[in-house]
């Protein structure tokens, strides 16, 4: 089956520096990915949507220059979260749509600010 | 606007017991597809099913099996005999035909089964 890829997997960081977490799709082109933040037992938060060749398209309350989306390939897509707090720490998932429109989603990051 | 609610937030079982987990949803789409994801505690998403909304026909996967009604607006998901690797945080999701594969989740379900 299709896989998708997150890289890291974890990571910690200090108040004020940047991260940039990638999505990969791994055997296909995906020309929308898609952002989720998943706080503690919580529900999934779709973030953004990320076309690739164009502007990502945040949902309501998503500040884009916070969290800096670029979808540079038809198979890669990052989120770099600028001058990060420690209420940024959460779990951010991707997903990557196939031509098929079939879904695959990430294994996740786990973003820990300190 | 879209919603997608699971009333249950934890729900624990003995092993062997059959479980099932409610979903309703809202939605204006006339086209429209709901899923069911399993979250273990590594947090990676699995999925489990999709449902097209004019496929009302109830469908079965070994130990899990759906139940889709449009007229309530619910899709429900039942664990047959569970088993304790069946311990997980399940969600259901919603997404319109026409909101380019966007998905709405519910809070999700914290299933416990307990040997």
């Known amino acids: 089956g299709a896989v998708v890829s997150q890289h890291p997997s974890r990571v910690i960081c200090k108040s004020g520096t940047s991260v940039k977490i990638e999505c990969r799709s791994l055997d296909f082109q995906a020309t929308t990915m898609f952002w989720y933040r998943q706080f503690p037992k919580k529900s999934l938060m779709l973030m953004a949507t990320s076309n690739e060749g164009s502007k990502a398209t945040y949902e309501q309350g998503v500040e884009k220059d916070k969290f800096l989306i670029n979808h540079a390939s038809l198979t890669l897509s990052t989120l770099t979260v600028t001058s990060a707090h420690p209420e940024d720490s959460s779990f951010y998932i991707c997903?990557?749509?196939?031509?098929?429109?079939?879904?695959?989603f990430g294994p996740g990051t786990r973003l820990t600010v300190t | 606007a879209q919603k997608v609610t699971q009333a249950q937030t934890e729900i624990s079982v003995v092993e062997k017991e059959d479980v099932t987990l409610d979903c309703v949803y809202e939605?204006?789409?006339?086209?429209?597809?709901l899923f069911w994801y399993k979250q273990p505690p590594s947090g990676e998403l699995v999925f489990l099913i999709r449902?097209?909304?004019?496929?009302?026909q109830n469908e079965i996967s070994g130990r899990y099996s759906w139940n889709f009604q449009k007229s309530t607006s619910s899709f429900n998901f039942t664990i047959t005999a569970s088993q304790v690797v069946d311990s997980a945080v399940y969600f259901c999701a919603l997404a319109g035909y026409n909101q380019g594969g966007k998905l709405i989740f519910g809070q999700g379900t914290e299933l416990s089964v307990k040997p």
């Open positions: 997903s990557a749509r196939d031509p098929r429109d079939e879904q695959y």
């Open positions: 939605t204006r789409d006339t086209t429209y597809y």
């Open positions: 449902r097209n909304s004019f496929d009302e």
